[in-house]
Structure formats: structure tokens, C-alpha cells
């Protein structure tokens, strides 16, 4: 292990490269029986959560000078590992995933940050931050006690350190302590899992590490508990987290109180009636949840508003929660939090700086910077281009006699479309395999007969009675893996097992990979809108005076549109649903062009209807709310 520490060293003195603004070598942060100590002097974290790779890199300052000026001292951020490698051995620190230049500009903006790198973060996220790929590796077991796990796990953590290690506050940066795993007492109990992942971690920085747990009872602080590591507890009653926490009976787990995460709100999912948008909706609870931080503050303990700002699950990187039915996470990640999807204060923000500023001394909080208005966009329109099963590829990726799933085609987000001829007259109900992951649309020569999907709670049943001849088609969409519960053991999507009709299976599946990592040349032939999914174009063009700022900051709507993915000069923002409750896309000023030139929009709509056509719309506040869902079951 000593000839890793001595490269991890020498990785950190050559990233040391660029110094950073207040680099001071000497400093360190311990912990006594009750306070945390930075430099020897007692240190009251008052923190809150966001994460680098769910805001664009060009507003990384503006959201950090905005925490600041609620109070904040640290930012506890998740690390996302599924962007860091998206393929084994592939390395990503690029533009939102620059993860040391987000922690240089959090000190800069003079705050301390907490890393919690997971391997598993929860998050609401793409399978927990978990890598796709995971899932194709011989006797993988995530978050146990399993070679193949760990292997993948330190080769992730050592990249990870070799990053980071000039960043933490023994080397002059601005973080004070690493997060082991997360809340692992809700998953299992292995100690000999959590023992090994401590020592990739410890053999990666040298901060010390905590643990995380749900604090409503004992038994998950004592599932996810380490000896050596001090315990942290997380829900929305610290009273009790920090009594279960001090009655743990190992003193290594003992310390200073940590309230790791306080729900302030929560996230949104796809057909859900609540939404957490508007931070103001309850006053009366959310007063509540200001007088827990309070007491808090109060007992010089220490916290994580989660979130203070959400952003934004851009692409396909918004993970599903429950199983039975599945909840797909939506794409904005607003969380109701005090600091907007957009970077904007909600009424949450001030109450909590009020707050703050109580405790901290006079004058030290920062003046809230001002903001620019959200741009409006007037109405305009989307031709349909291009279809999708006319984008893949001229052969399939996989013929074979059984449909082969998402993953083992080297493909982690986005469609599977699989194709079969039928040889013989059958009618019965369709199985799309053992069941639906996530979102199964069925075709019979080329005209949508219905949907299947995991959301639902009871999927819908199709009957089919096809003739010798026929095609069928499934279009099989990935919603988001499970980031939560025993759930997320099995999450590989496409197709698994057999597809039948009735009691008969059927045999001869050309399979095509849709990962849509880039768009098709779309060939501005115009198509009819059909049944079978198709790509939209569109431009517009900002209001005079916005620029690539947050000036330029939209929010965009497609009222027509059903379901669908929307790119905006060849970024992907994320889905659209009209069963809502989002119903606006978050498309940042810095991802726009300056007035005067045109923006290029691209929506994959996945159920068009013929004779509709498409419009895009810049709302000037975000719209929530709940259509009827025209695939209800
Ligand atoms: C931490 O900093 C304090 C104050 O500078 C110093 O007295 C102490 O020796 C340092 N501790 C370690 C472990 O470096
Ligand atoms: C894990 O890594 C160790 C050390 O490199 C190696 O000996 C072992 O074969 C690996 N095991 C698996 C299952 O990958
Ligand atoms: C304690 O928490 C665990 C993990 O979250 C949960 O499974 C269990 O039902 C809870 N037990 C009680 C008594 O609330
Ligand atoms: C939130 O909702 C309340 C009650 O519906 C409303 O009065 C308030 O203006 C809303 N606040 C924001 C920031 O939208
Ligand atoms: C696409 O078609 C439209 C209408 O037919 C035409 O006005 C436009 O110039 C074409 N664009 C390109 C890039 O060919």
C-alpha cells in the first residue's frame, strides 16, 4: 500500500500545479468527545447540499456566492462515479464532471466542502451513481462484501484521490472530511463490506471519514456504523438522531453531532399529485423545519441542509426511487430547495438566513447578490425531421433468437428497439420479458398498439392477435435505475428472458442500440407525424438585452407534446411528460446563444399524433402541474 500512497502523493503535488487562492498547507480539522476542530479552535458546520454535476460549470460560482450569502460555511457535495466512468477504465472529469475546479471555487468563494463519493450516493440518481456497466461484470455484487464490487470501487476511489488529494484541508484545500457509503444501515449490515470500503478510502485521503444513517431508530445507525468512524445521523427530527446516535455503545463512533442531512423538502417523480417546487407551500412546516435547525445551531452541533440547491438530473441522469410500482425521478431536481433549480432564492432562503444570522457573528454573512429576470420566449414552432427506427443503425446490433438486454450491448441510457417477424398466426397477451424495465412501447407494423410500464401500478396487459408476416416491435425505454432499497440489486434494463405471446415464446430478435448520446443528422426531410416516434426541429431566438448569462436562463414548455427528451443545441436537458408535474424544462442562459442567434431545438417525441404539431414555449415561471396521462392503463 505504501508505493500507492507515495504516487497518490505525487499525482497531488503535480495537480498542485495552480495554487490555490488561500492554500494553507498547515491547516487541519479533528474532532473531540463534542466539537469538530479546525486548526485546534472549535468549528460549527453550518452546511448545506449541492452537487457539482447537477449544475452547469458556468454557474458553479453563482451558486456557491449564493450559499454564502444564506450563511452557509460548507458544501457537502454527492460525487456521481456513472459520469466519471461511463466506461470501464474511461475517465471523464470534463465540464461538469471537473469536480476538483468545483471544490478551487468553492474555496475560493470562502467555503469549506464535505465529500461524500459514495461509492453508492443515493441521490435519487441513475442507479446511486452506480456505473451501468456494473451489472455485466461475472459475479458482481454491489454493496457487499464481494471482490469484483470492490475492485471496481477502488480503481474508482484511487482515480478519485489522485483528483482530490491536493484539495483537502491537510494540503491547503477546502475539505474537511470524506463520507463513508450512505446511510448503509437502510441497505444491509456487513461490516466487513463497510471495512473495506473505509480502507480504499483512507488509502485514497487522508480527512477523516463518517458514517451517515437514518437517525429514527437504532437499527440502521447500528447496520451502518463503523468502529473508528464517527457517526452521523439524517431525516427531519435531530432531537432523536443525535439521542440514538449518543447511545451507540462503541466511543470511536462518538463525537461531535452531525445532522448529516435535514430533509427541508423533497424530490418530484413522474405522476405524482405533490409537488415540492414552490419552497412557500406549507408554511407552517416548513417553520418547523427552520426551528430544528435552530436548535441545532443552538447546541453548537452542526448540519446539511439537503438540498440547498438541487439542479438540474440533465440527459437520462435522474435515477427511480421505490420498486412495486417504480417511481421515475424527474428531471428537475428543484427539491423545493432554498436556492431554485434556476439559482434563484425562494422564501425558504431568507427565512433560513434570518436564521443564521442570529448565530453567526454581525456582518459576517454576505450581501444576496441580485438577479436577472428569467427570459421569456414567445411561441415557436417544431417540424417533425426525422423518425427514430429510421435513425438506427442499417443492421441491428444483436441477431440472435432471445432479445439481449441494455447493458450487455455496451449501453447504459436512452432506447433498445427489438424487432420480430412473426412466422406463424398467434393471439394472446404480450410478456415483455420478466417484466417491463421500464417503459415497453408496442408496435404492429409500425402503428403503436400499447404500453407497458413499470410506473403504473398494475402495467397494462396487450393483447395481440398477430398474423404470420407481422412485425413487432418493442421500444423499450430505460426511466431511470433504482437508487434505493434491495431493489437496486437487480437493475439492468431492456429486455430479460423471453418475450411471449400467450404461452408462446417467440424466436429471432434483431436488436438496435438507441443510446442517443449524440443526435442524428436530421435530414430536414419532412415527415408526417406517425405512430412510431419522431424527432422534432426547431429554433428561437432570445429577447434583446439577455445573454449567455443567467439572463438567458428559460424555462421551456412543449404544450403538445406527450412524452419525449428535448435537446437544445445539441445538449440534453432531459424528459418531458405531460402527466407532469413538470412541465417546464430548466435550460441555462450559459447552455443558450446571445440574442440575434438562433438556438437549435431538438424533442424526441415518443408518441406522436398525426396532424398535431409541436411548439416550444419560454414560460417566465416554472409550471407544475398534473395533465391526464392518455396511457393510463
Ligand atoms: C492542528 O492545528 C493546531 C493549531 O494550528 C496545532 O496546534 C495542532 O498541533 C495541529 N494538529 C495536527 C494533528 O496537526
Ligand atoms: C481483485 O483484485 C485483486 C488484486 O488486484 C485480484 O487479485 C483479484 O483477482 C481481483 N478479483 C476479482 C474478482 O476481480
Ligand atoms: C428502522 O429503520 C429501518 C431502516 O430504515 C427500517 O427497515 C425499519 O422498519 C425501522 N424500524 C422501526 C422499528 O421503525
Ligand atoms: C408558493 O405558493 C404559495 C401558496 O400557493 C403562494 O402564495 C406563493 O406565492 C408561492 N411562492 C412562490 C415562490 O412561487
Ligand atoms: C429545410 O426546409 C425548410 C422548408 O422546406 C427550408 O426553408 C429550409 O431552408 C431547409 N433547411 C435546410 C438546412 O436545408
Not at 503535488?13 to 480539522?29: E, G, K, Q, R
Not at 450559499?67 to 462515479?81: D, H, K, V
Not at 417523480?269 to 417546487?277: I, R
Amino acid at each position: 500500500m505504501l508505493r500507492k500512497v507515495v504516487l497518490v502523493h505525487l499525482a497531488a503535488l503535480l495537480s498542485a500545479a495552480s495554487p490555490l487562492a488561500s492554500a494553507n498547507p498547515n491547516s487541519n480539522f479533528t474532532y473531540d468527545e463534542k466539537d469538530f476542530l479546525l486548526d485546534g479552535k472549535s468549528f460549527q458546520i453550518i452546511g448545506g447540499q449541492m452537487d457539482p454535476q447537477r449544475i452547469p460549470r458556468e454557474f458553479w460560482r453563482q451558486r456557491l456566492q449564493m450559499a454564502r450569502a444564506m450563511g452557509l460555511n460548507t458544501i457537502f457535495s454527492y460525487i456521481f462515479w456513472n459520469d466519471l466512468e461511463p466506461n470501464p477504465g474511461q475517465w471523464n472529469f470534463h465540464d461538469r464532471n471537473d469536480i476538483r475546479g468545483f471544490f478551487r471555487i468553492a474555496q475560493e468563494e470562502g467555503l469549506y466542502a464535505v465529500l461524500r463519493p459514495g461509492p453508492y450516493i443515493c441521490g435519487e440518481h441513475e442507479w446511486g451513481g452506480f456505473p451501468a456497466w456494473l451489472s455485466q461484470v461475472d459475479g458482481m455484487k454491489v454493496r457487499e462484501n464481494n471482490d469484483q464490487f470492490l475492485n471496481a470501487t477502488k480503481r474508482y476511489l484511487d482515480r478519485l484521490g489522485s483528483e482530490l488529494w491536493g484539495l483537502q484541508i491537510t494540503q491547503g484545500g477546502p475539505i474537511l472530511m470524506n463520507q463513508l457509503e450512505n446511510e448503509y444501515g437502510s441497505f444491509g449490515n456487513d461490516k466487513a463490506y463497510l471495512q473495506r470500503t473505509a480502507d480504499i478510502l483512507r488509502e485514497n485521503f487522508e480527512v477523516f471519514l463518517y458514517t451517515n444513517d437514518g437517525g429514527g431508530n437504532k437499527t440502521s445507525l447500528d447496520g451502518g456504523t463503523l468502529h473508528g468512524v464517527l457517526a452521523a445521523t439524517d431525516g427531519r427530527d435531530p432531537k432523536t438522531g443525535f439521542k440514538n446516535r449518543d447511545e451507540l455503545n462503541d466511543p470511536t463512533m462518538l463525537g461531535p453531532q452531525l445532522y448529516g442531512e435535514y430533509w427541508l423538502q423533497w424530490f418530484d417523480n413522474w405522476a405524482a399529485s405533490v409537488t415540492h417546487s414552490n419552497g412557500s407551500a406549507d408554511e407552517r412546516t416548513i417553520e418547523g423545519h427552520i426551528n430544528n435547525l435552530e436548535w441545532v445551531l443552538q447546541g453548537k452541533n452542526s448540519f446539511n441542509i439537503y438540498m440547498f440547491h438541487g439542479g438540474t438530473n440533465f440527459g437520462f441522469e435522474s435515477g427511480s426511487t421505490g420498486d412495486n410500482p417504480t417511481t421515475a425521478v424527474t428531471s428537475s431536481y428543484d427539491y423545493g430547495a432554498p436556492l431554485d433549480e434556476t439559482g434563484r432564492p425562494t422564501e425558504i432562503y431568507h427565512k433560513l438566513r434570518d436564521m443564521i444570522s442570529k448565530h453567526v457573528p454581525a456582518g459576517s454573512i454576505p450581501d444576496i447578490p441580485g438577479l436577472p429576470k428569467i427570459a421569456e420566449v414567445a411561441e415557436f414552432s417544431m417540424k417533425p425531421a426525422l423518425s427514430l427506427f429510421d435513425s438506427r443503425s442499417s443492421q441491428p446490433q444483436k441477431q440472435a433468437n432471445s432479445p439481449v438486454t441494455m447493458e450487455s450491448l455496451g449501453q447504459s441510457y436512452g432506447f433498445v428497439l427489438y424487432e420480430h417477424k412473426l412466422d406463424k398466426d398467434i393471439s394472446g397477451t404480450l410478456s415483455p420479458g420478466d417484466k417491463p424495465r421500464d417503459r415497453v412501447i408496442v408496435y404492429i407494423n409500425g402503428k403503436k398498439v400499447g404500453v407497458i410500464d413499470c410506473t403504473y401500478k398494475s402495467p397494462a396487459t396487450v393483447p395481440l392477435d398477430v398474423k404470420k408476416g407481422d412485425v413487432l416491435q418493442l421500444l423499450v425505454e430505460n426511466l431511470g435505475r433504482v437508487d434505493f432499497s434491495l431493489a437496486m440489486k437487480d437493475q439492468v434494463k431492456g429486455i430479460v428472458g423471453d418475450v411471449k405471446i400467450g404461452n408462446e415464446i417467440l424466436k429471432g430478435w434483431a436488436t438496435y442500440s438507441l443510446p442517443i448520446s449524440q443526435l442524428p443528422s436530421l435530414l430536414n426531410k419532412t415527415v408526417s407525424a406517425e405512430d412510431t416516434p419522431v424527432f422534432y426541429t426547431g429554433s428561437f431566438i432570445l429577447p434583446d438585452g439577455t445573454e449567455t448569462d443567467q439572463s438567458g436562463d428559460i424555462l421551456l414548455t412543449f404544450p403538445k407534446g406527450i412524452k419525449g427528451q428535448v435537446w437544445v443545441n445539441g445538449i440534453n436537458m432531459g424528459r418531458y411528460w405531460t402527466i407532469g408535474p413538470q412541465q417546464s424544462l430548466y435550460i441555462p442562459g450559459c447552455y443558450v446563444k446571445d440574442h440575434a442567434m438562433s438556438n437549435d431545438v431538438v424533442v424526441l417525441e415518443l408518441e406522436p399524433k398525426a396532424g398535431t404539431e409541436l411548439t416550444g414555449k419560454g414560460v417566465a415561471t416554472r409550471e407544475w402541474f398534473n395533465s391526464p396521462d392518455p396511457d393510463a392503463p
